[in-house]
């Protein structure tokens, strides 16, 4: 018995299927939802350190994209909140991603109408916007993507998607940082908002591309709700006010209690821990609060019967009982494998940025090298993934990918102990986005292959939300950990972060295997 993590295919049957057009509508809707992420991460980053912001407040912007690491919470709301009209003109899938695709473009053009040197509040609350419309449109993305073909074509939809993806991270990140100098004249040595301001408004339109794809492309036949119960009107209205009161409490939380967070880190330094360790544990606390009040608030209206009992069963209990029903005590060790897999690169990429800034790069070298290049050798990446995970077995690709993720941070330490060369750089980019394209086209397949159709949103938001939750919160205090140790102590910190990954990739394949023998 093989699981479709290690199934193989022939050479030909792999190069026809890149042929389907359910693959090529993959690239294209890969490219969507490539786009928007290095808007909240890199490009924005080098936006707000060019307007003066301080790096450490750079970094904590890293936090306004946690909503992927969330977007399980409402994922159940794109699997059963029909959309009025649009569900029933385009299905509920194509729904919510036009849905999904004008938020992210009227995110993109509310921070390009605000300036972080006077108006950084409005550019954070911007980003949030398009971290939660972005994480809404991978939602949809991901759940058409597994519903619109079958297991055998699994693999390449997937390959497609990637490309479509780094393609789309190309086009925000080095065509970002081309269009933001070329608006400014070439010079960069002056900040120049208005130069910003019109980028952001270039990538909205660049999301037209998405839009058009979602119009062609048709709805899933597989994706019908995976309830057969029906639900009245007034049972989506509480179901949407669950999650409008969860989300408030969240916001509240976070809002009220940074003054208990300054106290408990005043507390940790009088007692003799340092100050960027107790504001590490301080914000920490801060966040689980939040957390714990959004999660206090949907238990409160859930037990007075405010929410509906059943809805919120089938739709958050069921795909959790399903999926431990089929792996049983391997669940946990999955869930683990998944949640932590990607911590080396993830904590590393958050400061890359800022790292090429403060060595002396200019925004041409780091347009033409990180983004460029760096996608070239990531597509390449992730088509030899492909092609070793479909001839040795996904597995035994992960663990190699953790590995090279890990090597590659230790290439990024090096590289702070020298002048800025680019030939220097170009070779280590080579070395980590080669690495990242294995490990990337590997973990996806795996993902895959743990989801059940039936439960396919809910279920892939969870895996993809849990990949990078744990990375996220670490790598938001990424640069307070530079300002304290110094950038080559934190790469080399960061690699030894993979390694225990690499034992667990292990023991789960270990455990895998038994389970297909019994």
Known sequence: ?????????????????????????????????????????????????????????????????????????????????????????????RAWLLLAQFAVMAALLFMASNDPVNGLTWVAIGAVMLGFSSATQDIVIDAWRIEAAESDLQAMMSSAYIAGYRIGMLVAGAGGLALASWFSGGDDSIYDYSAWSSTYQCMAAFMLIGVATTLIISEPETGAPFSSQNYGTSDYVRFVGLFIVAAAAFVAGFTLSPSLTADIK???????????????????????????????????????????????????????????????????????????YRIADIVMGAVANVFYTDMGYTKDQIAAITKTFGLVMTIAGGFL??????????????????????????????????????????????????SAGIASAAFVAFLSSLTNRAFTAMQYAVFSSLMTLVPKLLAGYSGTVVDAVNYPMFFIGSAFLGLPVLLLISYVQRLMEKREES
């Not at 479709?4 to 690239?27: C, D, M, Y």
């Not at 702070?416 to 080579?430: C, F, K, Q, R, Y």
């Open 1 to 93: 018995m093989h699981t479709e993590a290690n199934r193989t295919r022939s050479w030909g049957e792999a190069w026809q299927s890149f042929k389907h057009p359910r693959v090529i509508s993959a690239l294209f809707l890969g490219f969507s939802a490539g786009l928007p992420i290095l808007l909240i991460f890199s490009s924005l980053s080098i936006w707000l350190r060019e307007a003066g912001v301080e790096r450490s407040m750079v970094t904590f912007f890293s936090w306004a994209a946690l909503g992927y690491s969330f977007k399980f919470v409402w994922a159940p709301l794109v699997d059963r909140l029909p959309l009025p009209w649009l569900t029933k003109t385009l299905g509920r899938r």
């Open 266 to 340: 005043s507390g940790l330094m009088d007692i003799g821990m340092a100050k960027h360790v107790a504001g590490f544990f301080a914000e920490t606390i801060r966040l689980f609060i939040s957390i714990g009040c959004g999660v206090l608030a949907a238990w409160l209206m859930i037990r007075l019967h405010v929410a509906p009992r059943a809805m919120v069963r089938d739709t958050y209990v069921a795909p959790f009982t399903d999926f431990f029903d089929r792996y049983g005590k391997l669940a946990l060790y999955i869930l683990l494998l998944v949640g932590t």
């Open 385 to 434: 993934g492909g092609l070793l995970a479909v001839r040795y077995g996904v597995m035994r690709i992960l663990w190699l990918g953790g590995l090279l993720a890990a090597i590659s941070n230790l290439l990024f330490a090096m590289l702070a102990g020298m002048s800025p060369e680019s030939w220097m750089l170009a070779l280590v980019i080579a070395a980590d986005n080669l």
